[in-house]
């Protein structure tokens, strides 16, 4: 079960979110409201507007939608907003399948899921919403292998055959056998590692799969032997009981995110809507303004990075185009 929980995270912002597990299919229903790029509330136009808005997707970027819908319902009270959090692949099935107004994704979409939308007859716009670094994680009693390479991820993350140990990765590490944790195959976090790190390659096999962050999270902080990976965000609301793992010499921070020194690990979040529900649809129109509006200060609110806030102006600029 996919629980939330808000915390108070500064005066203008008001309630924003701790983060909770991956993968849910829980749909959560709520309403929301978020300050804007400079911390503030933002202001919206005196008209009450009712209706229902629908989406699903990425549990990386759904602490950013889930801390929005909180906030704009005190906004719109009469607007019913409802996120599901399947991963970006089964949001994406649902959205090709005419099921939800908007998708969250945490990789761009796939060449076959554009080829899919568009043998529904469903035009769509991306939107980018926020920065997030992939974090690799270990246990804090792992005081050997807090620094790695590209090319040792690799070797540890790629199955070939063998039962893995941390010497096999530098001689001079302990002679224990590697236990890994990893998002599930619907994950857009999965399949960034899978293009960035595996090049296409087999996962190795003896990994936890799970769609529940707090699976992961749990699993490493428990064994001195384990590693794994997820969102930042994740990262930092777990830091007391893991160690962030620095990448060819460079830890994940908001400023290395951003500036993307934290290569290949950064990555933009997304979130794809329906232009036909923009144009019909006047509360999810109105929705994916506030989102635009807001998305920055709450995903700094939340444990991620926010654009230039010329890119969130740029957002607003091609959805009015769209109503």
Do not use: H
Not at 17 to 35: D, M, R
């Amino acid at each position: 079960m996919k629980k939330w929980k808000y915390l108070t995270m500064t005066a203008a912002l008001g309630s924003a979110l701790l983060l909770g597990a991956c993968g849910s299919e829980t749909e959560t229903e709520q309403g929301a409201t978020t300050g804007s790029e400079t911390n503030e509330p933002a202001e919206t136009g005196d008209a009450q507007l009712t209706g229902s808005v629908s989406g699903d997707g990425s549990s990386t970027v759904a602490p950013i939608t889930e801390a929005l819908v909180e906030e704009y319902g005190a906004v719109q009270s009469g607007v019913k907003v409802s996120v599901g959090v399947s991963g970006t692949g089964g949001g994406f099935e649902k959205f090709i399948a005419g099921e939800t107004d908007f998708s969250n994704a945490s990789r761009p979409i796939k060449e076959e899921e554009k080829a899919q939308l568009e043998e529904a007859g469903i035009d769509y716009t991306e939107f980018q919403v926020a920065f997030d670094g992939l974090t690799v994680v270990i246990n804090p009693e792992n005081d050997w292998a807090t620094e790695l390479t590209v090319d040792q991820l690799k070797q540890l993350w790629i199955e070939d055959g063998s039962t893995k140990k941390w010497s096999d990765i530098d001689p001079s590490w302990p002679d224990e056998e590697i236990v890994f944790y990893s998002p599930g195959t619907d994950s857009g976090t999965y399949d960034y590692f899978d293009e960035i790190i595996l090049d296409g390659e087999e996962l190795v096999k003896s990994a936890t799969l799970s769609e529940d962050d707090n699976v992961l999270v749990q699993g490493v902080a428990a064994d001195k032997n384990a590693i794994g990976f997820f969102g930042y965000a994740y990262y930092l609301e777990n830091q007391d009981k893991l160690t962030a793992v620095t990448v060819d010499g460079v830890a994940p921070t908001n400023e290395t995110i951003e500036s993307g020194e934290y290569t290949p690990l950064s990555r933009p979040l997304f979130v794809y809507a329906k232009n036909s529900a923009l144009k019909e649809n006047e509360a999810f129109y109105d929705f994916m303004k506030y989102t635009l509006e807001n998305a920055g200060a709450m995903a700094e609110a939340v444990g991620y990075v926010k654009l230039p806030d010329e890119k969130y102006q740029e957002g607003l600029k091609t959805l009015e185009g769209l109503k």
